[in-house]
């Protein structure tokens, strides 16, 4: 009985680990298993833009999500644009 009990706390102790760290760290910031591999090339205009996001810090490309009408795209942080329009998001998105 001591063993079963042993192993279900040892168990919940790591999911309790796991699900804190795979949670994102900010408001505005995806868990690393969301990073982006592939990059939308060209300019969102800001009418088709519901909502911008980072990227996880760990995702080995910097990355903005952007959420539009027709799903969710992947651009790349070092645009200006998409600087841009992530730092003029309402402050209750950042």
């Not at 990355?63 to 992530?86: E, I, M």
Request: aromatic share 8%.
């Amino acid at each position: 009985m001591k063993t079963l009990s042993f192993t279900v706390g040892l168990l919940l102790l790591l999911l309790t680990i796991y699900h804190c760290t795979t949670m994102p760290h900010g408001p505005n910031e995806m868990s690393p298993a969301s990073c982006c591999f592939k990059f939308f090339p060209k300019k969102i205009p800001k009418a088709h833009i519901n909502s911008i996001i980072k990227t996880h810090k760990r995702c080995s490309e910097k990355a903005f999500v952007v959420s539009t009408p027709n799903g969710p795209l992947c651009v790349r942080q070092a645009l200006d644009w998409a600087k841009k329009a992530f730092n003029e998001q309402p402050s209750e998105n950042q």
